[in-house]
Each structure stands twice: as structure tokens, then as C-alpha cells.
């Protein structure tokens, strides 16, 4: 049976994300997951008229051990393509199990988000033994792995969409590393698992050439600190002056409380900076809290806005005015 391993941020207040040791070369790998549940439609029919709707149908969840009839998931278009988590999983465990030494596959760490009774899924695979550091000038040591995450909705709200890219271990900063690492199909009848498989092999080819990108940056030290706040003022667009009026800070400066914090353990350099903003899209703590009604897809959403982030022009901008040239024209 897998055993149930709590992993914390660094920093005080950090989110907790609970993962599940697994071994993939073992038979039992899929042994009690919840989010591998099958969905099956039926037509809606009025309960006064009987009258059939003509364009519409009604989703039910199906658990192993479910002798209700099945749970209702949502009414969704009649052509809307159903597709079920185990038809991204199944392959995408085929892969590692097929591309790495099976060492390194007996040990992945596996999280699964069922929320809205099985109307927004997540599963994420973090491969621990696939690693690399980067060391910055403070001596401290970030080491990195493979993460693979899944995102799935059964009520026509979002695409499928697979995030395959790098995880710090340092404190969980799950980063998504560029834009081809970030696959989206849509619920249609063409829907097919061909992107998520080159999404994969993407990611495989491009893990060394990242680290040493971000080694570049840890070796960046700022050479402008108001840069940094500028530069956190000018992607969140938040008004500071005006959440200082309000007694608030904005994001922007929770950000840049975030780089000084970073800074103490990682040095003053521009992996810091990053490593702030990929913080703010991995941790939901006393600093950047989800709002009460927020859940697990507001992280994800984090993440795709950190992304955007820097592979932005302003981030770009400021990679050249602190010296760091060379990953700017990259």
C-alpha cells in the first residue's frame, strides 16, 4: 500500500501539498485512486412534459465501488467530447514507465485533487530521482525535479490541459518553465492524446538546458534592487500607492517581501526574483492566501500567470538591466 508523505514550504505558514509515494513498476499503482473514475451521459427529459432536450446531456460519475447509479457531474452540449482522466493518465504512465530505469519510476510522489464532486480534477506526478542543482553565490543549493500535472473539468468550463515542467525541492516553487510545456485540448470529437505525448518528450529534451538557465540567473546578482519592485509593479499591474491608502499591500509588494526572503537564503541575484514569483504560484500561505472560496484550480491559475510572467517582454527588460544577457536573447 503507499504510504501518505506531508511535504511543507520553507518559509513559515507555507502550503502543505500531500502527496502519495508510489511505486509505478508495482502492479497496485493505481490502487485506490479516486480520480480514476469513469463518466457516462444520459438524455434529459423533462420531468413534467417528457419532453427530451435536443442539444444537451447530463454527465454522471461513476466510483468502483458506487451502487447509487452514478453521481451527477453536470449538463454539458450534446457534442461536448468527454474525456476521461484515465485516458491522459494511462498513456502518460506508459511513457515514464518505458523512458525511465525502473529505479527511478518505483519512487514518484503523486498527488490527486478531486473537487466539485468530480467536476474539476487535478493529478500531478513528481519524479524525485530525475534531478539537478543550481548553486547560488551564498553556497545554497536548489535542487530541481520532473513534475507532470493533469488538469480536467467535466462541465464544458475549461480544455484539457497537461503541465509538464520543473519543481523546486527547496520549497515546492512548481514552475512551468516555458510555453510549449503547457498543453491544451479541447472537449471536441478530435480530441486525441498525440499533444500530451510530444508535450512530454518537449520537456525530457529541454529539463538540462532549463537548469543551466537558471544557473545563469543565480549567477545574476542585482545590480538594481528598486528594479525588482518596479518590475513587480509593472506585471501585476496593481496600483501600490493606491493599497497604501487602503492600509493593504498590493501584490507587488508582497512580491518583492517575498525576493528579500528568497534573498536570505539564495543570495541577491536574479533566480531570487523568480524564485519569488514562482513562490506566489505554488503557496497558499499567510502571504499570498486564497480567498475563502478559492480552491486547487486558483493555484493553477497562479502558475499560468507566473508563466506568462517570464516569458514576458518586461521580464526580458529586466534580465538585460541586470546583467544577464545571454538567457535575455535566448
Same mark, same amino acid.
Given at each position: ?7 511543507a514550504?520553507?518559509? #513559515?505558514? #507555507? ?37 427530451? #432536450? ?10 468502483p ?10 449538463? @454539458? ?5 468527454? !474525456?476521461?482522466? %484515465? ?7 506508459? %511513457?515514464?514507465?518505458? &523512458?525511465?530505469?525502473?529505479?527511478? !519510476?518505483?519512487d514518484?510522489? @503523486?498527488?490527486?485533487v478531486?473537487?466539485r ?10 519524479l524525485?530521482? @530525475? ?20 488538469k /480536467? ?6 480544455s !484539457?490541459?497537461?503541465?509538464s515542467?520543473i519543481?523546486? &525541492? &527547496?520549497?515546492l ?7 510549449? =510545456? @503547457? ?6 470529437? *478530435? ?10 518528450? /518537449? ?9 543551466? %538557465?537558471?544557473?545563469?540567473?543565480? =549567477? ?6 528598486e ?11 496593481? /496600483? ?12 507587488? =509588494?508582497?512580491?518583492?517581501? %517575498? +525576493?528579500?526572503?528568497?534573498a536570505?537564503?539564495?543570495? *541577491? /541575484?536574479?533566480?531570487?526574483v ?5 513562490? +506566489?504560484?505554488s503557496?497558499?500561505d499567510?502571504i ?11 493555484? !493553477?491559475?497562479?502558475?499560468?500567470q507566473?508563466?506568462?510572467?517570464l ?10 538591466r ?5 538567457? #535575455?536573447?535566448?
Open positions: 500500500m503507499a504510504r501518505i508523505r506531508d511535504i514550504g520553507k518559509f #513559515a505558514g #507555507a502550503n502543505v501539498y500531500r502527496y502519495t509515494d508510489r511505486d509505478l513498476t508495482g502492479a497496485d499503482f493505481n490502487l485506490d485512486r479516486e480520480i480514476l473514475f469513469n463518466v457516462t451521459s444520459e438524455p434529459i427529459v423533462s420531468s413534467i412534459t417528457g419532453t427530451m #432536450a435536443e442539444d444537451k446531456k447530463m454527465l454522471l460519475r461513476h466510483s465501488n458506487d451502487t447509487s447509479g452514478g453521481k451527477y457531474l453536470s449538463v @454539458v452540449s450534446d457534442s461536448y467530447r468527454v !474525456v476521461e482522466n %484515465q485516458e491522459i493518465l494511462l498513456p502518460l504512465q506508459d %511513457q515514464l514507465r518505458n &523512458f525511465f530505469d525502473p529505479s527511478v !519510476v518505483e514518484i510522489k @503523486v498527488r490527486d478531486v473537487s464532486n468530480g467536476a474539476t480534477c487535478l493529478a500531478e506526478y513528481v524525485p530521482k @530525475v534531478n539537478a542543482t543550481v548553486t547560488t553565490g551564498t553556497g545554497h543549493r536548489s535542487t530541481f525535479g520532473l513534475t507532470f500535472m493533469l /480536467n473539468t467535466f462541465d464544458g468550463s475549461a !484539457v490541459v497537461m503541465y515542467g519543481i523546486d &525541492f &527547496f520549497c516553487n512548481g514552475n512551468i518553465t516555458g510555453s510549449y =510545456d @503547457v498543453t491544451r485540448r479541447r472537449h471536441t470529437s *478530435g480530441f486525441n492524446t498525440t499533444g500530451f505525448i510530444h508535450a512530454f518528450e /518537449n520537456t525530457l529534451k529541454r529539463f538540462n538546458g532549463v537548469i543551466e %538557465q537558471y544557473q545563469i540567473y543565480a =549567477d545574476a546578482k542585482i545590480v538594481d534592487r528594479s525588482v519592485l518596479t518590475l513587480f509593479k509593472k506585471l501585476t499591474g496593481h /496600483n501600490t500607492d493606491r493599497a497604501k491608502e487602503r492600509n493593504r499591500e498590493s501584490i507587488a =509588494d508582497k512580491l518583492y517581501g %517575498q +525576493y528579500a526572503r528568497e536570505i537564503e539564495r543570495g *541577491g /541575484n536574479v533566480f531570487s523568480m524564485s519569488a514569483m514562482t513562490h +506566489y504560484a503557496h497558499n499567510e499570498f492566501r486564497v480567498t475563502r472560496g478559492g480552491d486547487d484550480s486558483v493555484m !493553477v491559475k497562479r502558475q499560468e507566473v508563466n506568462k510572467w516569458e514576458s517582454d518586461l521580464w526580458i527588460e529586466f534580465l538585460k541586470n546583467n544577464c544577457q545571454s538567457m #535575455a536573447a535566448a
